[in-house]
């Protein structure tokens, strides 16, 4: 039974940090694409940024570059997401999902990904 389970969201104040984690439990990422996505109210669902899992490619949303970092512990089979200088537009309910193909440019499509997380919500003041 596959499972992505997040955690790490809360209330900050603009300009903080936070840390949200996924452990992938039940099967091993091997070589596919693992992202963050992130969804507000009334809007659509939309990547934030993705990894490849074998490796270290990455790809990030225009929106984060050079405020949010995704990382790896394939030890630990968890995704990570480092967000800094954290906004008040990006305050959203924030999922990790999973691929089991590296898309590259294509990270971006919410139907490629085999799995979803059930999100951990991010709330920016």
């Known amino acids: 039974h596959v499972q992505l389970v997040e955690s790490g969201g809360g209330s900050v104040q603009a300009g903080g940090s936070l840390r949200l984690s996924c452990e992938a439990r039940?099967?091993?990422?091997?070589?596919?694409?693992m992202a963050w996505f992130r969804q507000a109210p009334g809007k659509p669902r939309e990547g934030v940024a993705a990894i490849y899992t074998g490796g270290s490619s990455t790809y990030y949303a225009d929106s984060v570059k050079g405020r949010f970092t995704i990382s790896q512990d394939n030890a630990k089979n968890t995704l990570y997401l480092q967000m800094n200088g954290l906004r008040p537009e990006d305050t959203a309910m924030y999922y990790c999902a999973w691929a089991a193909s590296w898309y590259g440019c294509s990270w971006r499509d919410v139907f490629r990904y085999n799995y979803w997380g059930q999100g951990t919500q991010v709330t920016v003041s």
């Open positions: 039940g099967y091993s990422r091997r070589s596919g694409t």
